[in-house]
């Protein structure tokens, strides 16, 4: 098969690679997943709200529309953008994607030629990373403490790589960390690379699963020379099946990802974007995201009080303020993909922290996802986990 070249950048995730190699394994308790938990989805109100549009406007929803996006989404939008993160916008900024992930896969397309180099957070979302390796990008890794990315590296590389084309940041309780990024911390981050021609992807699906402490503004509120692309998803806080995803951007940026989408997949589905319109206006999401952030919260405290009774004092952990995912930091002598094959024969899985670097990452890191774990499973799988853990470490 003559593919193009570029087909022999595009690798197949190590991350779904492990999930196969659980799913092998029946009744294992596995922490292993990145996904919401499905019993959250308002599935009554969406069955009833699908029945209704369709009743009302089927032929229409049935229909092409138009490639930027379903008109009354994008005025929902607009509004959603000022009151929940304060960023004025209009439509001119605005693109409708098939989920945050499509906004990443443009992005990367806009902006990221061949020996460019993107900067990403260590660790940081496979798929981001991903949507990039086909056009030949070096990946540079910036590391991450508890406030999130650390500006001295952030400087250092900026300073000595003249092909830094465009950052790739989850400042919001990251995909795999659950850490978040502090208020000075994205104050900095805006002056540094203000200083700098280069673009910024926010990537922010979990901003609205704050389940603990104050929210904080956005990377894009705080941009004023418009270099910030600010994806938005509605995958964590209504259903990811629907696929209904924004871009909000300098206007020149909103126009060119409505360009490629021409090319793509001529516009989103349009059925689900008015489902979308139709479930914001007539039932009530904040109450529904509510719901969502106290069962995550439930869900990740009691997860973080089995792991402080159950694994070895020598084992890290991050106590993430919202979002889906714990991270571990083993001893340094562990390598945490080896002890999986002995975690999944005891009982459980968790997904090696290795696979979310770009470039080599440590060995000793995990991934645990908290929203799709019963409160017994997690009781007992923490515990199984922590007797595997205790063998190797102290
Ligand atoms: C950080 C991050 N970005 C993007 C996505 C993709 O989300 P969407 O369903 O909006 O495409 C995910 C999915 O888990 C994610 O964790």
Request: net charge negative.
């Given at each position: 098969?003559s ?13 779904r690679?492990?999930?196969?190699r659980i ?5 294992v308790?596995s922490?292993a997943a990145?996904?919401p938990?499905?019993?959250?989805y308002?599935l009554?109100?969406?069955?009833e ?29 607009v509004?959603?953008?000022?009151d ?10 605005l ?7 499509q906004?990443?896969?443009?992005s990367a ?9 993107v ?5 940081s ?8 390796r ?22 250092r590389v ?6 830094a084309?465009?950052i790739y ?17 994205r ?5 540094i ?5 280069i ?18 503004p956005?990377l894009?509120s ?15 806080i209504?259903s ?16 060119m990802?409505?360009?490629?989408k021409e090319?793509m997949d ?10 979308t ?13 509510r ?5 995550y ?16 004092a020598s084992v ?7 979002g889906?995912?714990i991270w ?12 999986l ?16 670097y ?12 908290f ?11 923490i ?12």
């Amino acid at each position: 098969m003559s593919f193009s070249l570029r087909m022999d950048r595009v690798k197949a995730s190590a991350i779904r690679a492990v999930q196969k190699r659980i799913a092998s394994k029946p009744g294992v308790i596995s922490f292993a997943a990145g996904l919401p938990d499905p019993a959250l989805y308002p599935l009554a109100d969406i069955t009833e709200a699908t029945d209704r549009l369709l009743a009302q406007e089927g032929r229409k929803a049935l229909s092409y529309g138009l490639t930027k996006g379903y008109g009354p989404l994008l005025e929902l939008l607009v509004q959603r953008m000022k009151d929940k993160e304060g960023v004025e916008c209009g439509l001119e900024n605005l693109t409708i994607t098939s989920g945050s992930q499509q906004g990443l896969a443009l992005s990367a397309m806009m902006f990221v030629d061949e020996g460019d180099v993107v900067i990403a957070e260590n660790p940081s979302y496979l798929g981001g990373i991903n949507a990039c390796r086909p056009y030949g990008p070096v990946f540079m890794g910036v590391d991450t403490d508890e406030d999130g990315m650390v500006m001295e590296d952030l400087e250092r590389v900026l300073r000595e790589t003249p092909r830094a084309k465009m950052i790739y940041v989850i400042p919001n309780f990251q995909n795999p960390t659950g850490k978040a990024w502090t208020l000075e911390r994205r104050k900095r981050f805006m002056e540094i690379v203000s200083q700098y021609d280069i673009m910024v992807v926010e990537d922010n699906p979990y901003g609205e699963i704050r389940f603990k402490g104050e929210h904080l503004p956005c990377l894009k509120s705080m941009d004023t020379k418009g270099q910030v692309v600010y994806l938005g998803s509605f995958s964590k806080i209504l259903s990811p099946g629907l696929r209904v995803a924004w871009i909000c951007a300098a206007p020149e940026v909103a126009a060119m990802a409505e360009r490629l989408k021409e090319g793509m997949d001529l516009q989103c589905n349009e059925f689900t974007q008015m489902m979308t319109v139709y479930y914001l206006q007539k039932y009530d999401i904040e109450a529904h995201i509510r719901h969502i952030q106290a069962t995550y919260k439930a869900r990740c405290d009691l997860m973080l009080e089995q792991i402080a009774k159950h694994f070895p004092a020598s084992v890290k952990y991050t106590n993430p303020e919202g979002g889906m995912f714990i991270w571990l930091e083993l001893p340094e002598n562990l390598n945490a993909d080896e002890l999986l094959d002995e975690a999944i024969d005891a009982g459980v899985a968790y997904i090696p922290g290795e696979f979310f670097y770009a470039n080599n990452g440590p060995k000793n890191t995990i991934r645990m996802n908290f929203t799709t774990v019963s409160d017994e499973d997690i009781i007992k799988g923490i515990e199984i986990l922590g007797n595997v853990f205790k063998k190797h470490a102290q």
